[in-house]
């Protein structure tokens, strides 16, 4: 069985440009969650996506956006790049809620988003 | 601010020996969960440990958690140089929000 997929592994951008960053997730899962792991800041939550809609939000700007498709796949989306962005984003999923306590998160390989 | 606080930061062992890295918290939790991640990759989930349990074992790890003290502790025994890596901690609240806040991390060094 395939584990969670994150795609491009490695994006070079420059300020003020956009990056799109995509995930499938494992499976039969339909929850999909994005942190991000910038250097030395340990993993920082950024937004819960299950069954097609945004669930929750981490402490981000609104730059940071994403969304998630009936595939359950989701794209991550930061706007109007910074240089405090570059991290590693990490994707995971998990089966849906459906009201249950929150269940085991696994996790992809992550994009590393370097802006310059 | 970051709901689990790891210790040691880094930890050095030699093959053989085993390792303990301890991880407290501020609130109350559903659960909590230890996972490794290699060299800045991806992240592996180890072991979740429920509220309402006190230990658990899964091959060479074994977790306590001590709601009293809310912390929560990782031993991996007879470590092995693969098991070089940093651990973290993740925290499930009681805020229905479904969301795991992570700690700062152990950094893992075993030599051979």
């Known amino acids: 069985e395939a584990g969670v997929t994150q795609s491009p592994t490695h994006l070079i951008k420059t300020r003020g440009q956009q990056a799109t960053l995509r995930c499938s997730p494992i499976?039969?899962?339909?929850?999909v969650y994005w942190y991000q792991q910038a250097l030395g800041l340990g993993l920082q939550f950024l937004l819960w996506?299950?069954?097609?809609?945004?669930?929750n939000r981490g402490n981000f700007p609104p730059r940071f956006s994403g969304r998630q498709f009936p595939n359950y796949s989701s794209e991550l989306n930061v706007n109007a790049l910074e240089l405090e962005d570059s991290a590693l984003y990490l994707c995971?999923?998990?089966?849906?809620?459906?009201?249950?306590?929150?269940?085991?998160?696994?996790f992809g390989p992550g994009t590393r988003l370097l802006v310059l | 601010s970051q709901q689990g606080e790891e210790d040691p930061q880094a930890l050095s062992i030699q093959e053989g020996e085993n390792a303990t890295m301890n991880c407290s918290y501020k609130?109350?939790?559903?659960?909590l969960q230890w996972y490794r991640q290699n060299s800045g990759r991806g992240l592996v989930h180890l072991i979740l440990?429920?509220?309402?349990?006190r230990e658990k074992h899964s091959g060479r790890l074994r977790v306590t958690l001590d709601t009293s003290k809310k912390s929560s502790s990782l031993l991996i025994t007879a470590s092995r140089a693969a098991d070089t890596a940093s651990y973290f901690c993740?925290?499930?609240?009681?805020?229905?929000?479904?969301?795991?806040?992570f700690g700062t991390g152990t950094r893992l060094l075993v030599s051979p």
């Open positions: 995971a999923s998990s089966l849906g809620t459906s009201g249950r306590i929150q269940e085991t998160q696994y």
């Open positions: 499976s039969g899962h339909t929850s």
């Open positions: 996506y299950d069954e097609g809609e945004e669930r």
């Open positions: 609130t109350s939790i559903n659960n």
């Open positions: 440990i429920r509220s309402n349990e």
């Open positions: 993740a925290c499930s609240m009681n805020t229905g929000f479904q969301k795991l806040v």
